[in-house]
């Protein structure tokens, strides 16, 4: 594509991204609403792809500086106040990290079936061939496990304290945090690392429920796992697919370097991250104050995991529709 071919066909978004540029630092008196902001940061980062393609292609200086100039200008007035109040959080829920999951949805598939076939597969394998949860873990474990579920269990036989559960509270956010951080992070891997991950605590996680149910303590595990699955479980899939973004970056980066498409889908993957963690504090609080509590009759707490689920279903597929501004 000839220079003179290239700025006809994208010259009109950098009139307009001049114009919003213009409008959000004052400098005319056109008002900036939230669809126009939205539009600013999709003709940002459109015009960073941009600028990329006509210094890898050679076009010349003038053209450069041009598209330089605008990502500059771009870049100071969107990064130079950095909002981690309330208002960056609810943009992050109400819009962009919905929005971005939609965006990744071959990633999230791909992440799913990662992880909910081996779970599916180990649960009714160890269901009916118990001793295979040897393969996952060692004897030791799996009697924790045996005596954490059973009904001689104090957590089944009593109320905890509440020192116990805020301690419990943290470690479920350690825990959980780590496991989401270790799928995407892995994706450095050429995504395999992220894969794996998906594989292996699918796996876990799958021998486990089966192994308990099998053993009689099924009662005690679902009623305990129901209520906070959909935040976690959601988080690990979607943790996974940003991992997984990064990985076919690196692997098919298109007419980008490598480290660049490597950065374009770290700081796009790093919003989905923020969102699991938002879901996974949310499921720690949850399973240290809800799910263990004795109090709670299990039909109810598996009608609130029902609702859970259709709710966090719902909010992934249809929030933030009617503002279409971009992810």
């Not at 009139?15 to 609403?33: Q, V």
């Not at 479920?172 to 894969?195: E, K, P, R, V, W």
């Not at 935040?231 to 660049?260: C, D, N, W, Y």
């Not at 799910?291 to 609702?307: D, E, L, N, Q, Y």
């Amino acid at each position: 594509m000839t220079p003179l071919l290239f700025e006809s066909r994208h010259g009109a978004e950098w009139d307009e991204l001049s114009r919003l540029l213009d409008a959000a630092s004052g400098r005319t008196s056109d008002p900036t609403t939230e669809d126009s902001a939205a539009r600013l940061a999709h003709l940002y980062r459109r015009c960073c792809d941009q600028l990329a393609l006509a210094r890898a292609r050679g076009y010349p200086l003038q053209l450069t500086e041009r598209l330089d100039d605008l990502t500059h200008r771009a870049h100071q007035l969107i990064y130079r106040r950095r909002d981690w109040g309330w208002s960056a959080l609810r943009e992050l829920l109400q819009h962009t990290l919905p929005r971005r999951v939609r965006a990744f949805a071959p990633q999230v598939w791909i992440a799913l079936l990662a992880f909910g076939a081996p779970l599916l597969l180990m649960g009714v394998l160890t269901y009916h061939h118990p001793t295979l949860i040897l393969a996952l873990m060692d004897a030791q474990h799996v009697e924790e496990f045996s005596h954490m579920y059973s009904d001689a269990s104090e957590a089944w036989g009593r109320d905890r304290g509440a020192s116990s559960d805020w301690t419990m509270f943290g470690y479920y956010i350690l825990n959980n945090i780590g496991i989401a951080f270790q799928c995407f992070a892995a994706g450095l891997l050429f995504g395999l690392g992220s894969l794996f991950f998906l594989l292996f605590n699918g796996a876990h996680i799958g021998a486990i429920a089966g192994y308990l149910t099998q053993q009689g303590y099924g009662h005690n595990f679902w009623g305990f796992v129901a209520t906070h699955s959909s935040f976690e479980l959601t988080a690990i899939v979607l943790s996974g697919a940003a991992g997984l973004k990064m990985g076919h970056a690196l692997i098919a980066p298109g007419r980008l370097t490598r480290v660049q498409a490597l950065k374009a889908a770290a700081s796009n993957g790093v919003v989905i991250v923020y969102g699991c963690i938002v879901l996974l504090i949310i499921a720690a609080a949850v399973e240290a104050f809800w799910s263990s509590s004795v109090w709670v009759p299990r039909g109810v707490k598996f009608v609130v995991a029902t609702i859970g689920w259709l709710v966090l279903l719902g909010y992934l597929l249809l929030q933030g529709r009617r503002n279409r501004g971009p992810a």
